[in-house]
């Protein structure tokens, strides 16, 4: 169990690099494709029920590194989201320029989000369909060189997809 009997709040499988999954996974995050595979009932899944098999994982798109970190109720995930954000910024060989200026933009952005910089409507378009940091975390993803930058937005990422509420606890007033 949790320390202190804290309720699960996220899961990285992969330390933050696979970004935080919430220990309830509403379907309608899931793939086409891993809705399938569960009843069709199903609201949400328990991340708790996920096996740790290496094929599992592959199927649903999932990273399964040798890091596996659990948050607690009280952690703060815009904080975790910041502080991995700048440490990829950080590590990056500045060789290819999706990871130079990829995670660069990225740590900004986590920057503005945790001081505070962002409105909630600002934060919203952050996450659209077509919005500037999904489009950057694609790029990133599909054309950066290593490892590094395919992952470095992830941690923003799950934190704006999965929890939003705790990106707006972060919201400028104005």
């Known amino acids: 169990g949790m320390r ?3 309720a699960l709040k996220a ?23 891993i809705r399938k595979m569960l009843p069709a009932e199903m609201k949400a899944f328990d991340l708790c029920e996920l096996q740790l098999d290496m094929n599992l994982f592959r199927q649903w798109g999932l990273m399964l590194g040798a890091g596996i970190t659990i ?7 815009v904080e975790q989201a910041y502080s991995a954000s700048h440490f990829y910024a950080r590590e990056s060989c500045g060789k290819c320029v999706p990871c130079r200026i990829g995670s660069t933009k990225i740590a900004q952005v986590a920057g503005q ?19 500037p940091l999904l489009d950057l975390a694609g790029t990133m993803s599909s054309t950066a060189i290593c490892g590094l930058g395919q ?7 799950s934190l704006l997809r999965y929890f ?3 990106a707006y606890a972060y919201a400028a007033l104005s």
């Open 113 to 131: 989000l945790r001081e505070r910089k962002l409105t909630r409507q600002q934060i919203d378009e952050l996450f659209q369909k077509d919005g």
């Open 164 to 166: 939003p509420e705790e």
């Open 4 to 6: 202190g009997d804290e």
């Open 11 to 33: 899961v990285a499988l992969s330390g933050p690099s696979g970004g935080f999954l919430p220990r309830f996974i509403k379907t309608e995050h899931l793939s086409a494709k």
């Open 71 to 77: 948050y607690g109720e009280s952690a703060d995930l």
């Open 151 to 157: 992952i470095a937005a992830n941690p923003l990422m």
